[in-house]
């Protein structure tokens, strides 16, 4: 047996070097270089010179035999979607998130629907049984089959998961397990690796769903290496602030369906509970005849999804007037408050504005340009944009409204909802007709359409009407 040896590796890109590196030759990131042990493999019994023989041939694509993908339902409607059915035997799914966010809680509750058709292992490195015992009674899944073992040796995790040999494994988290065989200490980059392939290992030889729970670092990537995230056969992102009740799993990779398709969900004093319509729940309590609210349709994977965004602009009385934007990029409405002003004449540089997405959720689609524009020209002309009107398009520097993907499947959510009118670009229109029964279409060419929008607008009700 050969003796350990050290090397330093980083931990975003996996390079490793024999010295330490205060920035990363390869991806540039500082600090990044961490020392780690690893055990030197013993040399294989082939001599130079002699080629090995492959076990398995290389077959054509006539030839091989196609297997259907059969699916293990969650029980949890909206993670199935994003799983693209449902959980794959023999697959690995790597569940990232904030602490905090909601991804023991999502999985307790996993385990809790699918308990009863499947055997699941719980393998905890982070909680006690006596708080786990205390989340699932508050979750109402204390009363289920699951076998719950709270090891971080991933050597013993293993030999009990042979003895049970489960449908499902469940490991939280990925970065408190270790391996003895591994030197360094648990959550590095060699100990998550070498943990993470054991349990990819069982999956694929046992045909077994193994789902992982992964740390995500300062900078919100997944923590430990990039290497994992190649490694397992879906990665899911868990989002939302946590301020707000609202909840985002994404499909950011996926071997057996679509990748950015979401699952909505609010977390309640019970556990996280799904949304079906996320469009009806952003919109309730919205109010009508007000300026500087407009509605859009965003498209979150393939799902349209209609938010409000609101704008208030007021005079300032501050030397360098107030922006602020919640749920938008800064930058993004500082660029469409310098285009209105200088296409349209608006004055925004003696007012302070506040923008917000209502319901906490996060705009990055360009798409939402035209409806954030439209709430600013709308709030400092003050006239209300009709209530019934979804806005969308991207708005270039010189003032032009350009064309956006999915201008169908946006407007027949808006109908859906219960809107009739929908601004769309022009531009879009031509090559891409949007028919959707019950909704008048709006082109919109350039900025100065938006006003030619409000001057359709509806009465300004007054305030004690509100
Ligand atoms: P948790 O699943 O422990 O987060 P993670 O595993 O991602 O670190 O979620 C913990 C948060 O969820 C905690 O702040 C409290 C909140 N929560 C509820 O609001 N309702 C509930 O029923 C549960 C179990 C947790
Ligand atoms: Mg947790």
């Avoid at 297997?67 to 690995?92: F, K, N, Q, W």
């Avoid at 350009?402 to 531009?427: D, I, M």
Wanted: charged share 25%.
């Amino acid at each position: 047996m050969k003796s350990p040896k050290e090397v330093y590796v980083c931990s975003q890109c996996d390079f490793q070097s024999p010295k330490w590196y205060g920035q990363c030759p390869s991806c540039h990131a500082w600090n990044t270089f961490q020392k780690e042990t690893y055990q030197p493999a013993v040399s294989g019994t082939i001599k130079s010179g002699q080629r090995a023989v492959s076990r398995e041939k290389a077959v054509p694509f006539s030839e091989m035999e196609s297997v259907d993908c059969p699916r293990m339902l969650t029980g949890i409607g909206e993670l199935d979607r994003v799983l693209g059915g449902g959980l794959v035997p023999g697959s690995a799914v790597l569940l990232a998130g904030e602490p905090g966010i909601g991804k023991s809680t999502l999985l307790m509750q996993l385990c809790g629907r699918a308990g009863q058709a499947y055997k699941i292992l719980y393998i905890s490195g982070e909680e006690s049984r006596g708080q786990l015992k205390l989340r699932a009674k508050r979750l109402g899944v204390d009363g289920s089959d699951v076998l719950v073992l709270t090891e971080t040796d991933v050597d013993a995790a293993i030999a009990e998961y042979d003895r049970i040999s489960p449908d499902v494994v469940i490991v939280d988290s990925i970065q408190t397990m270790v391996s003895d065989g591994s030197a360094s200490s648990a959550g590095s980059t060699t100990q998550v690796r070498e943990c993470a392939s054991r349990f990819i290992r069982c999956a694929k030889a046992d045909g077994v769903a193994v789902i992982m729970v992964g740390h995500v670092n300062k900078e919100g990537g997944i923590a430990g290496p990039k290497v994992l995230e190649h490694m397992v056969d879906a990665v899911l992102s868990f989002e939302g602030e946590r301020s707000q009740s609202y909840r985002i799993v994404r499909a950011v990779k996926n071997r057996y369906g679509s990748t950015n398709e979401i699952g909505v969900f609010e977390m309640t004093d019970t556990g996280l509970s799904e949304v079906d319509n996320p469009s009806e729940m952003l919109l309730a309590g919205r109010p009508t005849g007000v300026s500087g609210t407009c509605a859009v349709c965003t498209m979150e994977g393939t799902r349209p999804i209609i938010v409000e965004i609101q704008a208030l602009v007021t005079p300032t009385s501050y030397p360098a007037p107030r922006r602020v934007a919640d749920g938008i990029d800064y930058n993004r409405m500082c660029l469409l408050l310098a285009v209105l002003e200088k296409r349209l004449g608006l004055r925004f540089s003696s007012s302070d504005v506040y923008l917000n997405v209502v319901g906490g959720l996060r705009i990055d689609e360009p798409a939402a340009d035209a409806a954030i524009a439209l709430a600013l020209c709308s709030s400092i002309k003050d006239i209300p944009v009709p209530h019934d009107m979804i806005v969308v398009g991207e708005v270039g520097l010189s003032g032009e409204v350009r064309a956006v993907s999915f201008a169908r499947e946006r407007a027949k959510e808006a109908v859906r909802v219960g809107f009739a009118k929908a601004a769309l670009p022009k531009r879009g229109l031509a090559r891409h007709p949007v028919d959707v029964e019950g909704c008048s279409l709006y082109p919109l060419g350039g900025v100065y359409d938006l006003l030619v929008l409000l001057s359709k607008g509806v009465p300004k009700k007054k305030d004690k009407e509100l």
